[in-house]
């Protein structure tokens, strides 16, 4: 199955390179469509979601869409399987438990994907490891001219790209860059940098975007206005703000080591003693402890891991992820169980890629 194939790599905006990979973790720049002459999803009835399913996937496959991609019809799978996409940034919460025929295609790598059935009837992915807001947009782009060639969009010459949210009327594009901002959070300095965020109307959100929260110091800025600013402003907020972020996490690190080197060592020390320790772990208290140990190799404070080999952990104990690893379902504390012992596997003589 596709999904069993998937377990064995991770997407490439988990590689841990591109430009700025120390501080951004990836890029990402997403299109809201609609096709003209069906009602929008949430006014669509199961016939027409049928409808507009079955179109795409046919008209994909004619699209010119290079490279080799997969296409899921995601209403055919189970829960687990579902969670399983989410956890990847394949699929969004609200695709996970919408109801009616939907679907997802992506290409082998993860970088490119879209959304068939979500809030709009289509919703075009670009992931890229790295500061590459650019090369996302132009990447995506490209793909959004391949498919309109074989899909009439709803639109309008007013308003622009027609979405069943008003927020994303005109370009329907929302661009994302997400951070890893440790010392940052250590150094109390967060409130601050967000606060001037809220006043350019640039929203901050958790690691897998709009209605979660933060965890493990990972945070996506992206932008909340469309209507009214072309793409290339869109682009042009976020790429004026993220490197002064940068610049701010880089300069606490640095102060971190400087004034308080014993108790950052310390910190990271145990952080990756217990991930190689413990008999439980949830799955919360992972991604704070891979947080820091994360932190610890960028400070070069642990010297047997690498960005690639953290990230693919960061993943891998998902609970969905974590499931399909142990090839059979998890209740209760099974989960911490199964997530300890699997960590302890991974970490017992480092991981360390070239």
């Known amino acids: 199955m596709i999904l069993d194939d998937m377990l064995k790599s991770t997407g490439e905006w988990l590689k841990g390179t591109g430009p700025e990979a120390d501080v951004v973790v990836s890029s990402r720049v997403r299109l809201a469509r609609n096709l003209a002459d069906f009602p929008f999803t949430n006014r669509a009835s199961a016939m027409q979601k049928g409808e507009i399913e079955a179109l795409v996937r046919e ?193 606490a690190r640095k102060k971190l080591l400087d004034e308080s080197r014993m108790l950052v060592e310390d910190k990271v020390a145990r952080a990756y003693g217990t991930l190689r320790a413990a008999a439980m772990m949830t799955s919360e208290e992972t991604m704070e402890l891979l947080s820091t140990v994360r932190l610890g190799i960028q400070l070069e404070l642990i010297k047997d891991l690498n960005l690639m080999a953290v990230n693919e952990l960061f993943l891998q104990t998902q609970p969905a992820h974590l499931q399909r690893l142990q090839g059979s379902p998890l209740d209760g504390d099974e989960h911490n169980v199964a997530r300890a012992r699997y960590l302890k596997e991974k970490l017992a003589n480092g991981m360390s890629r070239n």
Request: net charge negative; hydrophobic share 35%; aromatic share 8%.
């Open 59 to 251: 008209r994909l496959g004619k699209s010119g869409w290079e490279g080799h991609f997969q296409y899921i019809q995601v209403h055919t799978l189970n829960a687990l399987e579902r969670e399983f996409l989410r956890e990847r940034q394949l699929i969004s919460r609200e695709h996970v438990g919408a109801e009616g025929p939907r679907g997802v295609a992506f290409e082998t790598q993860e970088s490119r994907s879209l959304m068939v059935n979500e809030e709009d009837h289509l919703r075009l992915q670009v992931l890229r490891s790295g500061f590459v807001l650019e090369e996302a947009w132009e990447d995506i782009d490209k793909l959004d001219d391949l498919i309109e060639e074989r899909i009439t969009y709803a639109y309008s010459e007013e308003f622009g790209f027609l979405t069943a949210c008003p927020t994303n009327v005109g370009t329907g594009m929302r661009a994302s860059v997400m951070l890893h901002l440790p010392a940052l959070h250590y150094t109390k300095q967060l409130e601050k940098v967000f606060r001037a965020l809220q006043k350019i109307n640039l929203a901050v959100r958790g690691l897998y975007g709009e209605g979660t929260r933060a965890s493990g110091d990972f945070y996506q800025i992206s932008n909340q206005i469309t209507l009214g600013k072309s793409e290339q402003q869109i682009l042009k907020d976020i790429r004026e703000v993220i490197p002064m972020i940068i610049t701010y996490e880089r300069v």
